[in-house]
């Protein structure tokens, strides 16, 4: 049975040092425009999220999987469908390709539903959960410069690639975001965990401020499901 796993990484770029006084300059002037670049885009991200109550959007998620000893990618599987996140705490995925499936939660309890087997994860949510799936911010639950080391992979006019590492121990080495950066908008996420895989997470279509029912966040086991109880 398919787990979730939320959103995306990249890669940090250091600037090479070349040895000369010119390079050296230019090397301390492009990190200078990364620091300023990755503040500002983690505050237009901070204060777009911070009036936004709901957000629905469709996602193309892939996953890279890493063989352990191997180092190169071993496996990609790709899925999409529509997601929804409201605050506090509460979200909705639903899986339409390859296969159906419904990851959802009211904060306090998350079920994983594989319609396919009738097989239902009944699991308790925790703060890695809201980080690491989520995006604790995305959910009125977190400050990004608090939890995160911000630092900026890629800068355009129009768009910033950020890298967050986590300010303390968790279970994945860094998380991604691709912004706008005059709306602050998250068009993509990344997470990369400790083993060396990443699950990237593209938004389109996305829409704010649609007040859902609480109904929405809450599931019950259809009759004939086979219910794991991970929660207790």
């Known amino acids: 049975m398919r787990t979730f796993h939320g959103v995306l ?3 940090l770029v250091i600037a090479s040092f070349a ?4 390079d050296a300059a230019d090397d301390a002037a492009l990190r200078m425009e990364r620091s300023r670049c990755a503040a500002a885009a983690a505050q237009a991200v901070q204060s777009r999220y911070e009036s936004v109550e709901d957000l629905s959007a469709r996602f193309d998620q892939r996953t890279r999987s890493v063989a352990l000893g191997v180092g190169s990618a071993a496996e990609s599987t790709q899925s999409s469908g529509r997601v929804l996140f409201a605050k506090p705490g509460r979200m909705r995925w639903e899986y339409e390709s390859p296969r159906p499936s419904l990851v959802v939660s ?3 309890i998350m079920w994983v539903f594989d319609p396919e087997s009738k097989e239902a ?3 308790r949510v925790t703060g890695s959960y809201l980080t690491g799936a989520a995006l604790s911010f995305l959910l009125g639950t977190g400050r990004l410069e608090d939890e995160f080391i911000v630092t900026a992979e890629e800068c355009t006019d129009a768009t910033a690639r950020l890298v967050l590492t986590p300010r303390k121990e968790a279970s994945y080495e860094r998380l991604g975001l691709e912004v706008a950066r005059q709306t602050g ?3 993509s996420t990344a997470i990369s965990d400790l083993f060396g895989n990443v699950t990237e ?3 389109t279509d996305l829409e704010t401020n649609g007040s859902p029912p609480a109904a929405t966040f809450q599931f019950v086991p259809p009759t004939g499901t086979r219910v794991i109880d991970l929660a207790n």
């Open 9 to 11: 990484a990249g890669l």
């Open 19 to 22: 040895g000369s006084n010119g």
């Open 201 to 203: 997470v593209a938004f």
């Open 106 to 108: 009211d904060g306090a």
């Open 121 to 123: 994860q009944r699991l």
């Open 185 to 187: 908008e998250v068009r």
